[in-house]
């Protein structure tokens, strides 16, 4: 882990989605390290065992299911007594095939995770911390969401998706105290990997003028920059973490 400023989310309540593993678990232990109380979601019940290990509160949970979603938000905000800060890292990548041969199952299942539940979980989130008159949300969006990867069509979607999610509800909220961005990286090493073909991960890469994937930490950075009160006049913004990939 990067270094830390201590202080900075003393007091504060987070929930984290996808938060046993990856950029999602990267951010949460730095939440942590920084003095929040943080609440990671997923559904792998191994990975949340480990986390729990690492002094964070699992939660099994679903964020495809929109009730669900709503209960256990309803729940976390209640046991830590109130909710300042929601990153939405949840999501899968689908299979890297073209369009036209894209299975409808997993059209289904990427879009039912990456944006449906960015949708479900914003939508209960915000009211709770307009309510409070604070909160923090981060979406995690992917530098494919602005620029389309070829043979990722439910993946780049879905993230261009949450871009415009993140834009609506920031204006919807901009005269709050509640402020909604996203970040959109390019390739992170983390075990999304996991999902793809080696062909798809190499040709990630070649498009990185850096010469390499991200790492969690670096996109944990900006997400607690974001999530903090630091970030103050931010809202309904999309900031690329790309390695120099982004061109707009």
């Known amino acids: 882990m990067t270094d830390t400023f201590p ?6 309540k987070a929930i984290v989605t996808g938060g046993a593993s990856g950029i999602g678990l990267a951010a949460a232990l730095r939440m942590q390290a920084e003095g929040a109380t ?9 990975a949340l065992a480990a986390a729990e290990a690492q002094g964070l509160t699992p939660a099994l949970v679903d964020v495809t299911n929109p009730e669900g979603t709503e209960a256990a938000m309803q729940a976390a905000s209640s046991a830590m007594n109130g909710l300042d800060v929601l990153v939405c890292s949840a999501g ?7 369009t036209w041969e894209y299975p409808l199952d997993d059209w289904h299942a990427v879009t039912n995770l990456n944006f449906h539940g960015v949708f479900y979980c914003n939508r209960v989130a915000a009211p709770l911390m307009k309510a409070a008159g604070y909160g923090r949300i981060v979406n995690i969006a992917s530098v494919a969401g602005k620029e389309g990867n070829p043979n990722a069509p439910a993946y780049s979607a879905t993230k261009a998706a949450v871009i415009g999610l ?3 509800l920031g204006k919807e909220l901009a005269d709050t105290a509640v402020t909604v961005n996203c ?16 062909e798809f991960i190499a040709f990630m ?10 790492t969690t930490d670096e996109i944990a ?3 607690c920059w974001l999530a903090s009160p630091e970030a103050s006049f931010t809202t309904g913004a999309c900031f690329d973490q790309s390695g120099g990939r982004a061109t707009f």
Do not use: C, H, L, Y
């Not at 899968?92 to 073209?98: C, L, Q, S």
């Not at 970040?183 to 080696?198: G, K, L, N, R, Y």
């Open 7 to 12: 202080n900075r989310f003393t007091g504060r």
């Open 92 to 98: 899968i990548t689908g299979p890297n095939v073209p």
């Open 221 to 223: 950075a900006m997400i």
């Open 183 to 198: 970040i959109a990286p390019a390739a992170v090493e983390s075990p999304i990997f996991d999902q793809m073909t080696p």
């Open 205 to 214: 890469k070649s498009k990185i003028p850096m010469g390499r994937f991200g």
């Open 166 to 168: 993140t834009k609506s």
């Open 38 to 46: 943080v609440t990671v979601w997923d559904v792998n019940e191994a």
